[in-house]
């Protein structure tokens, strides 16, 4: 059954990339980046991140506000375009620059060259944010959700979940030309786990929790 | 944006596009030979002495199986006695989605007892890529193999009438596929325990969202529509503690979902995937599957 259950585990793509702006950049700003983890799983009795992939890139439209993009490549592998676009909107920042507050609205597509089947999942996301230390780095958490527009699961059967949401926390490391973020994250703890065919790992009996690593440059004006 | 999008298809077409269709499959092919009542491997429940099979009725062969010109020589297992065939009631079991024979065999053993030994005969097949048999598993190989056990079935003097088809988990694929649409022959009647309705549940179930099952395997099995064209007396047995496939999102749906002539459900209380039979009594269990054979 642990091959099965694998099946199963990688086409969980929710909350599947590092959180894309955590600081807004500044106007004219560019970055390039990339992901990968995601919801931890039991496989084979060990516990195993699933191996999700993703390339992103933000540009600053203004200063406190960036838009962001992804191109899921582990989705693509299996047929399928997924893409994350996303606002990094300032809701707060300290004088000093040490504290602020992020607002995020985005949406994820979807779409599977097998069946020609399109889903978009619209996502809101707050992220919490403490600068700090001589190179900057970053700590963080939030509070986010997926949307769920559809109504109607397999075989008419009701949806019953409206909402995916999780809590994130992370530490993003500053380096002189590259950062790098490492990310845990709570996913759906409001849907329960149980009696479903993958065993995922949490603390609780609902949702799972994931781990996630990313890597950041800044293009252009540093 | 329509660059984009020729751009992510060209990728994937270059890359084949991984599917997860295999994964379903957890055969074990690491064995020489089947060993039955010396297995020492991990069984799918116990059984006692009182449900043992004399070696004269144990019938070890194989098959061959030829899907579109893909032929593969399957093993077969017939419990009973070949040679009454043309007058016996049987049961054709159709196993799960792990292991070979062997782990199936005391489940085997015990619908050989239904009604006393050797009332009916049983029937039961590895699957293409499990066990002793050739070849890698397929969907289009699951209901060729049982197909190909049906050929020898009917070769051998067996008649629609007298022909049931009992699947298990992953085997309520073939059970439904081949009770929905026969081929060589036409089922009376359709047991399914812990049947799963379709591969986009399991996605749904593990996603918590409503992604369509196509995303990631091209599996076209879906007995939560099939069932709707089974039209033979169904008996459906599911644990409510089956923790790998769900009885409410899908045993309940397959069950709620066939619109035949009779139906029966038993929602065995606790009972987890595999262990169905064992929890609700052997005796009790045998005692149903008896009943709904005889009605």
């Known amino acids: 059954m642990f091959r099965i259950g694998l099946f199963v585990a990688l086409v969980v793509l929710a ?4 959180t894309r702006v955590i600081k807004p950049l500044d106007k004219g700003e560019k970055q390039i980046g990339a992901s990968f983890g995601g919801p931890a799983i039991i496989f084979s009795g060990a516990p195993i991140p699933l191996p999700l992939t993703s390339i992103s890139y933000a540009h600053g439209l203004d200063t406190g506000l960036t838009l962001a993009g992804g191109l899921h490549t582990t989705a693509l592998l299996f047929g399928n375009a997924e893409i994350d676009l996303s606002l990094g909107i300032r809701v707060f ?4 620059e040490r504290f602020g507050l992020t607002a995020s609205p985005g949406v994820h597509l979807f779409y599977g060259f097998r069946g020609n089947a399109f889903r978009a999942y619209p996502q809101l996301e707050g992220i919490g944010w403490w600068q700090y230390g001589e190179k900057n780095h970053l700590l963080y958490g939030g509070l986010g959700t997926w949307v769920e527009l559809v109504r109607e699961k397999a075989h008419s059967e009701v949806q019953q979940h409206e909402l995916m949401p999780y809590v994130t926390l992370g530490h993003q490391f500053a380096g002189a030309k590259w950062k790098w973020q490492v990310e845990a994250r709570y996913i759906g703890f409001n849907y329960s786990t149980d009696n479903i065919v993958v065993e995922y790992l949490g603390p609780f009996p609902n949702g799972t929790t994931g781990l996630y690593v990313g890597l950041t440059r800044k293009l252009g004006k540093q | 944006m329509r660059r984009l999008i020729t751009l992510m298809a060209i990728a994937c ?19 020489e030979s089947y060993a039955l009542d010396d297995y020492e491997g991990r069984q799918e429940i116990e059984v006692g002495a009182e449900y043992a099979i004399p070696e004269s009725k144990q019938h070890l062969f194989t098959l061959s199986s030829d899907p579109e010109g893909d032929a593969k020589e399957i093993w077969a297992l017939y419990i009973g006695d070949i040679s009454r065939i043309a007058t016996d009631t049987v049961i054709l079991y159709l196993h799960g989605n792990t292991g070979h024979l062997d782990l199936y065999w005391t489940r085997i053993k015990l619908l050989a007892n239904a009604g006393g030994s050797n009332r009916f005969g049983v029937m039961a097949i590895d699957y293409r890529g499990f066990g002793l048999s050739e070849g890698p598993p397929t969907e289009e190989g699951l209901y060729e193999d049982a197909d190909a056990a049906m050929k020898w079935l009917k070769e051998n003097g067996l008649s629609d009438d007298r022909l049931v088809v009992y699947g298990y988990s992953l085997g309520s694929a073939p059970a439904t596929e081949i009770t929905a649409n026969p081929r060589t022959m036409r089922p009376s009647k359709l047991m399914l325990e812990a049947p799963f309705a379709s591969d986009e549940v399991m996605v749904q179930d593990g996603s918590g969202l409503t992604m369509p099952g196509d995303y990631f395997s091209s599996l076209q099995i879906d007995n939560a529509d099939e069932i709707k064209k089974v039209n033979v007396p ?8 089956d923790s790998f496939l769900s009885i409410e999102t899908h045993g309940e749906v397959v069950y709620k979902n066939y619109e035949g002539i009779y139906s029966e459900a038993h929602r065995v209380e606790g009972g987890e995937h595999s262990d169905v039979p064992a929890v609700m009594g052997l005796a009790p269990y045998l005692d149903v599957v008896l009943e709904f054979i005889e009605r």
């Open chain 1, 93 to 96: 920042e300290s004088n000093n």
């Open chain 1, 15 to 18: 909350s599947c990339s590092t």
């Open chain 2, 13 to 31: 077409l270059s890359t084949s596009c991984l599917k997860l269709d295999s994964l379903l499959y957890s055969p074990y092919t690491d064995i």
């Open chain 2, 234 to 241: 169904f008996f459906w047995i599911h644990g409510t503690a």
